[in-house]
């Protein structure tokens, strides 16, 4: 697999080994969720000293209203979060 194909499949296979641990498996709750971040995402997570921020998040993410966090929920928020490291180090480096 090229590069991009096995980060893809990383994107999917992190985000079944949280979805599956309880309810929809094709869905995160919130705990699934609050797990994925601070367990795949530490460094990121180390600067949200803010349970409130935090909390907003997740709610901002759940597009759809159910209180869970689909695939495609899941997605743009990766995306977001890519976008915005992106721009950090592109200006950084200019």
């Known amino acids: ?17 949280y ?10 709750k919130k705990s699934e969720l609050k797990d994925l971040l601070h ?5 990121l997570m180390a600067h ?6 935090l909390d907003s998040l997740m709610d901002s993410l759940d597009t759809d209203g159910d209180a869970e966090c ?3 929920e899941f997605m743009t ?3 977001v979060v890519t976008v915005c490291c ?6 950084e480096h200019e």
């Open 1 to 17: 697999m090229t590069d991009l194909e096995t980060s893809m499949a990383t994107i999917l296979a992190v985000f079944q080994k």
């Open 19 to 28: 979805s599956e641990r309880e309810g929809d498996k094709h869905k995160l």
């Open 39 to 43: 367990d795949e995402l530490p460094d």
């Open 48 to 53: 949200v000293n803010d349970q409130a921020a």
């Open 70 to 72: 689909n695939f495609q």
């Open 77 to 79: 928020f990766i995306s």
């Open 86 to 91: 992106h721009e950090f180090f592109k200006d």
